[in-house]
């Protein structure tokens, strides 16, 4: 005669976010009351090794779906450091419904030559050739390094420069480290 019902919502299933980029479980997450980016980084597993050390949570009143950076030039674009998320010092930030987070993927260089462990690797700013030399495992005992060179495109052309130790690499160089004369 008199029924009392009660209804808990549960789960959200018409919100949701977007989390994107060099994680290891991205996707579309269910927004679940107030969710906090830490909580969608935990969803999406933790970063990869070729992530950057900086992720960006783009927010736009016109989004259907993710935004990728630039796509929405009337997006509001946070940029948020993940060391300092990290370590506690950022402020928690809450997500709203539609908000997209990626993480880039960091700048790389490549390595070659008389290198332990030719290939691919992840820069951060400053970063020297020594210190890409050591990323890729070290020099052989073959390995010239008053010889080095860096291929660099400069205005669409490969250009060959000789350096030293401490000249800093930029995206996309390949460090060549020739075999020394014996």
Sequence with gaps: ???????????????????MGELRRPGTYPVTGAMSLLEALALAGSTTATSADHL?????????????????????????DLKALENGTSPEIALRDGDTVFVP??????VFGQIRNPGEYPIGDGTTVR????????VT?????????????????????????????????TIVLPQRFI
């Design 56 to 80: 960006l949570i783009l927010r736009s009143a016109n989004a259907s779906g993710p935004l990728l950076p630039g796509q929405d030039p009337s997006a509001e674009v946070s940029r948020v």
């Design 1 to 19: 005669k008199d029924p009392q019902v009660t209804v808990a919502v549960v789960e959200y299933r018409s919100q949701r976010i977007f989390v």
């Design 131 to 138: 210190q890409a030399l050591s990323l890729a495992g070290g």
């Design 141 to 173: 005992e073959y390995g010239a390094t008053n010889r080095i060179k860096i291929v660099r495109l400069v205005n669409g052309q490969e250009r060959e420069f000789k350096v030293k130790l401490h000249d800093p690499v930029r995206p996309g160089d």
């Design 105 to 110: 993927r960091a700048p790389t260089v490549f």
